[in-house]
């Protein structure tokens, strides 16, 4: 029996305070899951606490405190401990002290400001969010300094900025640091976090159970991760690392947990080496049946707060070993006279020393290091990141059957919303997600929603994050434009998706934006219609095949290389377009809007074009994507990952317009082998059809609508069974009536 999922993690959204309990037996497999109804938010901004009518008084309170501390500044950072960007309540510090909920951003308070940076996604919340005494930084725009550069221009030489090390990574504190000590400032670690201070009834820790995913769902057993991993150790010549990410110690053990909402995952650190491994989690968590699978596979168990301590004696073992070989080797040299042997010995003397450290992700803590001891830890972007981003065949069908099922859902929510609105019946964006939800529970190795619904009409659409509240939704009005971005946790995959409709009759602005969007979501996942297989040029807007090797952000969006947008105007370096090769990516999911003008609302200041996806954990999953982000630029994309497509246009006010589908990435076979590297090409997975209707159909081009055309032939096919098993007449039609050819 799996008992698991409390509403901490996937909470369903209330309509009573009511507990249900919903058994399922899935063949070898049973498990219960628990739904409670009494919706509680992650961000939880429906406590008193989170009013902006003590706002004031708590950066009050706190700038008392950071005098007492004697400091000029204090940094609150949105993620946790283990640089998690959806938060238990107990690490909702930032939400608790700017009283802005959505996931992203950076807080900066000094004796006599209060700043707040945070990306496009959030602009409009964040307008309406932000307490009294805060200033919202629009983070990316060119006017916008970085929380970084503004410590060392708004603040007076040798200030003193206080932070949790626990909250920070180590990374980052290395260059903050290195950048203040130009002014003579000073990053100061506060062992106690003063929000933890201010706030009395902070919640305490989740501990909910933790159960291990059977290898059928991850196609990897917990030996064979852990052998593949050491043997990297090994060749490193590392005596270790430390897994701080909850996502990866989940995927590392083949454990799942629900300690934060929409995440399968648990409070844990993980450290491995060549001889031993051992997991650190709330013992409350842990059932005989874990506890016994962990020892069976050679890991040892310790309480979640015993890592400070087991970090401490770990760097102290480090460092005399260290220190004994580098002794060692010393003493060798001054034996030896022959100076070319002397010269190589120092030379792998200074390998040694280089890799013989702790391995820490780029995401580990500032205090993690502090623990092990700065000069023994060796920052790499961590191994299991990747690993865990390139999906197993297991995995990969997993995100099939997964999109299948979950595209009955959306159809049968669609369909149903669509008769219910043109008869007249009145629904919130609240209630009609709880809807959408219902349909989704009934699908078979449902196990919770991914994240928090979208579901946004008219204006409402523009605001990117926008999440529907309980009390005072708006009405779907089917005069205005509908957006709904959603997604499912499944034993056997995550999905996300978006679709946007309109019920009724859509203006010449709407469908014109409607379709260049459509266009570019086309371009970026257009790879096997309407050309042979042994093609590899660019045809129309984008790539069928790109070449293995490359990133996202390299052939996706180059702001200052490949262009410079401006709302009044898009500048080309044409320079740049030399050599077609690695340049026209840049224009696959872009090109249609460039034409339009509307590209500057899209990804490149908004958000992100695609971002990885987890195989039962994160629905954001790094480290690859498509956007400005840095990490993008680190990682090429590689067969086996999985991500996003989702290009937008947001027009402030009015409407917003999003099509999201997941694409697995994999080998193609093509005549030609790119100097051996071979080639990519995307395979998309969502199911659900697009709103023909709202199409200029004289804009597509012939190879954009057969795309269109074979992708609902697709859909048709392999969502007409699974709604002929539910019995549902009214979604079968409604799936015919949109999967036309046009």
């Known amino acids: 029996m799996l008992r698991t999922l409390s509403s901490r993690l996937f909470p369903q959204r209330p309509a009573a305070p009511k507990l249900i309990v919903l058994v399922r037996e899935h063949r070898d497999l049973k498990f219960t899951a628990w739904y409670f109804r009494s919706y509680s938010s992650t961000s939880i901004s429906s406590s008193d606490e989170m009013s902006g009518k003590t706002g004031t008084q708590r950066l009050f309170a706190l700038r008392e405190m950071m005098k007492e501390q004697q400091l000029d500044a204090y940094i609150v950072p949105s993620e946790d401990a283990h640089a998690s960007e959806y938060l238990a309540p107990c690490d909702s510090r930032r939400a608790f002290i700017t009283g802005f909920t959505g996931s992203a951003g950076c807080a900066a308070i000094s004796r006599t400001e209060a700043l707040y940076w945070t990306d496009g996604r959030y602009w409009l919340q ?138 399968p995952v648990f409070f844990a650190y993980a450290i491995l080496a060549s001889d031993d491994c051992t997991l650190f989690a709330q013992p409350e968590s842990l059932d005989e049946s874990v506890r016994q699978y962990l020892h069976d596979n050679g890991v040892t168990i310790l309480a979640y707060d015993q890592i400070w301590s087991r970090l401490e004696s770990l760097g102290s073992q480090v460092r005399t070993e260290r220190e004994a070989r580098i002794a060692k080797r010393e003493t060798e040299r001054q034996a030896t006279q022959d100076s070319a042997t002397d010269g190589k010995e120092i030379e792998m003397g200074e390998k040694v020393v280089k890799t013989d450290k702790v391995l820490l992700g780029n995401k580990a803590s500032w205090a993690v290091a502090v623990a092990l001891g700065e000069d023994n830890v060796e920052v790499r972007r961590s191994m299991i990141e990747e690993a865990k981003a390139r999906k197993n065949a297991t995995e990969i069908e997993g995100f099939r059957q997964a999109n299948v099922r979950d595209g009955a859902a959306l159809v049968r929510y669609f369909a149903w919303l669509e008769e219910a609105l043109v008869k007249g019946e009145v629904w919130t964006e609240y209630d009609a997600a709880t809807i959408l939800e219902n349909y989704r529970r009934r699908n078979e190795l449902f196990m919770g929603l991914s994240f928090e619904t979208i579901s946004s009409s008219g204006p409402n659409a523009a605001i990117i994050h926008y999440a529907p509240p309980e009390q005072g939704s708006a009405v779907i009005d089917r005069h205005q434009m509908y957006l709904c971005d959603s997604g499912a946790q499944y034993l056997d995959g995550t999905t996300d998706t978006t679709r946007t409709w309109h019920f009724g009759s859509p203006t010449d602005e709407e469908k014109r934006a409607f379709t260049r969007v459509l266009q570019g979501n086309i371009g970026e996942s257009q790879t096997r219609n309407s050309l042979p297989s042994t093609t590899n040029v660019c045809v129309s807007t984008g790539y069928r095949r790109f070449p293995s090797g490359y990133n996202w952000l390299r052939i996706g969006y180059t702001r200052t290389k490949s262009f410079v947008v401006r709302r009044s105007r898009l500048q080309v370096c044409l320079s740049c377009l030399v050599f077609c090769h690695r340049v026209l990516f840049c224009l696959v999911s872009s090109y249609p809007l460039v034409l339009s003008h509307l590209f500057y609302l899209t990804g490149l200041n908004r958000h992100a074009t695609s971002h990885g996806i987890g195989a039962f954990l994160n629905v954001h999953e790094g480290p690859h994507g498509v956007g400005q982000r840095p990490a993008y630029n680190q990682v090429p994309l590689q067969d086996g990952m999985v991500m996003s497509n989702e290009p937008g246009y947001y027009a402030d006010g009015k409407f917003g317009i999003r099509i999201e589908n997941v694409d697995i990435i994999k080998q193609a076979e093509t005549r030609e082998n790119f100097g051996g590297k071979g080639y990519l090409e995307l395979e998309n997975v969502t199911m659900c059809p697009i709103q023909t209707s709202l199409v200029q159909l004289e804009l597509l081009s012939p190879d954009e609508k057969n795309w269109l055309n074979n992708y609902h032939v697709e859909v048709r096919e392999k969502v007409s069974p699974v709604l002929k098993g539910f019995g549902d007449e009214r979604a079968l039609t409604w799936l015919d009536k949109y999967c036309r050819e046009v």
């Open 126 to 263: 964040a307008e309406k969010q932000l307490g009294p005494g805060w200033r919202l930084m629009k983070q990316g725009l060119p006017e916008t300094p970085t929380w970084a550069q503004w410590l060392l221009d708004g603040l007076q030489p040798m200030s003193k900025i206080g932070i949790d090390p626990t909250v920070i990574p180590f990374s980052e504190t290395k260059n903050l640091s290195s950048s203040l000590a130009n002014s003579k400032s000073t990053l100061i670690p506060i062992k106690d976090n003063l929000i933890d201070v201010l706030w009395p009834s902070r919640p305490q820790r989740p501990k909910n159970p933790i159960f291990h995913l059977d290898v059928k769902f991850t196609g990897q057993s917990v030996s064979e991760k852990l052998s593949i991993l050491r043997d990297k150790l090994n060749r490193m010549g590392s005596p270790g690392m430390v897994v701080t990410q909850l996502d990866e110690v989940a995927w590392m053990f083949n454990l799942r947990g629900s300690d934060i909402t929409y995440n």
